[in-house]
């Protein structure tokens, strides 16, 4: 046997492992959702790191014995992990179907470390492609109808394919970190990470980044929609169990917040902070018995929050209070508890600046049992106050019928109210920017001469070519007629006006009949009655970022895109030009 075998034995016969703990967090508001049990050598001696050492294990058929070693000793230290909170076991994927592991991971065994099954989720791990297919997709729905989480690791990597998704149908899926790694300079990443996140969200499949190692790639997953994250940026594993400091929690809200307003720009959806009211709010030793008994004398109080220095750390339900004192023996178990050992500490908590669809689309993905309770909201970090469901739906329903109304009816795009606010937001901030503008030429005359129906053909097949060249959530308008509108948040834009063009004139020449395209022109009455030929309709396009001019009112702004489109009106077919 080789030397790395005796290094293996060696750990196995002294249990020389030490667990330790990386937080899985939401990207969302930071909170952490559970931790992954990693392993480190305790042996200083050994010259060898845990990679090599499960390497080691599978090459000399003790993948079994460490695997178990690993797992007990996370496990052993679990006691002091909170509850509510998962514990991720990695487990390899032709082991979890063996009938020892099964045995092992009964109720009894889990009370033991004062555990149940809702707190686990199997990891399964990769190393090596799956054996049976069959008993591995037989074992993941024995544990799921167990109620323990199966979770997909390093998808995107190795045998960790789609086909293992479909099978498995797992609740959670885990991104390799190789995807993770420089995000934010690589289309491809992003486009993939995008796909698996969506993907996820309509198959109920919680979506976690792996790897996340700077503030660059987590800025880049947060706006991809990536709902948990873990990595050395956020927290290294830890023999203790600890949450990402705040610093990384309020970094996560605001860089979430930042994200919502671009995918929600349209400010006739008002933030959370404008529908938040004061609340209740107690103190965390405040005793229990004291407050339940606030509560009996004073019905309005239907919830309240806990504070601690400002920040809300718990929440509750009058209802649920009621019930910890009810039954035969609640009221001496827990009137002489402090409220902060009795409230939740998993409650939904959105920044003051969050429009307010995004809250009611975080809302309605909790439990059931949560689904009604109100959200908690934050500003810089402290407690503000609380919005409750009814006011919430109350104010979507508004902000939809308030959208519609003023949307173009053609093309179903906002119209002049909205695309002015957009306006507005982007020319007195200091984000970048470049607003475009899109003109049809020649539309009117095609218009008269082959009727107002195909003119309405041609102006939704601009809309739609806008629609699908947005890539990074561009606002699009229709100001009215031929003329629409393209914001963006970022500066350079001539790819995507190029992309436009080649699009439309590609596809602009199936609403002509074939004689008029083979000519080039057609006949048509021009604005004074004249009977004039006129060329294929093409675009003029204009466009202004603050790239180099910033503007400081609206005058400047609309004197300088007048002047830039009539600079390219004048021009012969489509042109486009960007200040």
Not at 429 to 444: L, M, S, T
Not at 534 to 561: E, Q, W
Request: aromatic share 12%.
């Amino acid at each position: 046997m080789d030397d790395k075998y005796h290094q293996l034995d060696r750990v196995l016969e002294g249990r020389h492992l030490i667990p330790v703990f990386q937080p899985i967090v939401s990207l969302v508001d930071g909170k952490t959702y559970g931790f992954e049990a990693l392993t480190r050598i305790s042996e200083k001696e050994l010259d060898m790191n845990i990679e090599e050492m499960f390497q080691t294990a599978f090459k000399h058929n003790k993948s079994w014995e460490l695997e178990t070693l690993c797992r007990v000793k996370a496990l052993e230290h679990s006691v002091y992990m909170e509850r509510g909170k998962k514990l991720f076991l990695n487990v390899n994927c032709n082991i979890i179907y063996d009938t020892a592991f099964r045995e092992g991971f009964t109720k009894s065994f889990l009370q033991k470390y004062g555990l149940n099954s809702n707190d686990i989720i199997f990891e399964i791990t990769e190393r090596v492609s799956i054996l049976d297919t069959h008993a591995f997709t037989a074992a993941v729905e024995h544990y799921q109808k167990q109620n323990y989480g199966i979770a997909i690791d390093d998808v995107g990597a190795g045998y960790s394919g789609l086909n293992v998704i479909a099978n498995a149908r797992p609740d959670l899926i885990k991104l390799d970190m190789n995807m993770i790694r420089n995000v934010q300079k690589d289309e491809t990443k992003r486009m993939l990470i995008k796909a698996l996140s969506d993907f996820g969200k309509n198959a109920e499949i919680l979506v976690i980044a792996e790897g996340i190692e700077t503030k660059e790639e987590l800025e880049t997953l947060i706006s991809l929609g990536v709902g948990y994250g873990q990595g050395y940026f956020l927290g290294y594993p830890d023999p203790d169990f600890k949450d990402i400091s705040k610093e990384k929690a309020d970094l996560i809200k605001s860089y979430q917040a930042r994200s919502y307003i671009r995918m929600n720009k349209t400010s006739i959806y008002p933030m959370a902070g404008y529908l938040s009211r004061s609340g209740h709010t107690f103190f965390p030793d405040e005793k229990a018995l004291q407050i339940y008994e606030t509560l009996q004398n004073n019905p309005s109080i239907t919830e309240f929050t806990v504070t601690e220095e400002g920040a809300a750390i718990g929440f509750m339900t009058r209802t649920a209070l009621v019930e910890k004192f009810g039954g035969r023996y609640g009221f001496s178990l827990n009137s002489k508890k402090s409220i902060q050992q009795l409230t939740s500490k998993n409650f939904l908590s959105v920044n003051y600046d969050m429009p307010i669809n995004q809250v009611s689309k975080l809302a309605m993905q909790r439990q059931y049992e949560q689904l009604y309770n109100p959200i908690v909201v934050e500003r810089e970090g402290k407690y503000w106050g609380i919005v409750t469901i009814k006011d919430l739906l109350e104010a979507c329903t508004k902000a939809e019928v308030d959208t519609a109304m003023h949307s173009n009816p053609l093309t179903g795009l906002p119209g002049n109210l909205l695309i002015d606010q957009e306006i507005l937001y982007r020319v007195l901030g200091n984000a970048p920017y470049c607003i475009i503008y899109f003109d049809i030429d020649n539309f009117k005359s095609y218009n008269d001469a082959y009727s107002f129906q195909s003119g309405d053909m041609m102006l939704m097949l601009l809309a739609d070519i806008l629609k699908k060249t947005a890539v990074k959530s561009e606002f699009i308008g229709h100001i009215g007629g031929d003329d629409f509108i393209v914001i963006c948040d970022y500066h350079e834009a001539e790819n995507f006006c190029r992309e436009v063009i080649d699009q439309f004139t590609n596809r602009v020449t199936s609403l002509y009949h074939k004689e008029d395209i083979e000519r080039g022109y057609i006949v048509s009455k021009n604005r004074r009655g004249l009977t004039e030929e006129f060329p294929i309709a093409s675009l003029s396009v204009a466009g202004i970022s603050n790239r180099t001019k910033s503007y400081h009112n609206m005058d400047s702004f609309s004197a300088d895109i007048a002047e830039l489109k009539k600079k390219c009106k004048r021009q012969t077919g489509s042109y486009y030009e960007i200040y």
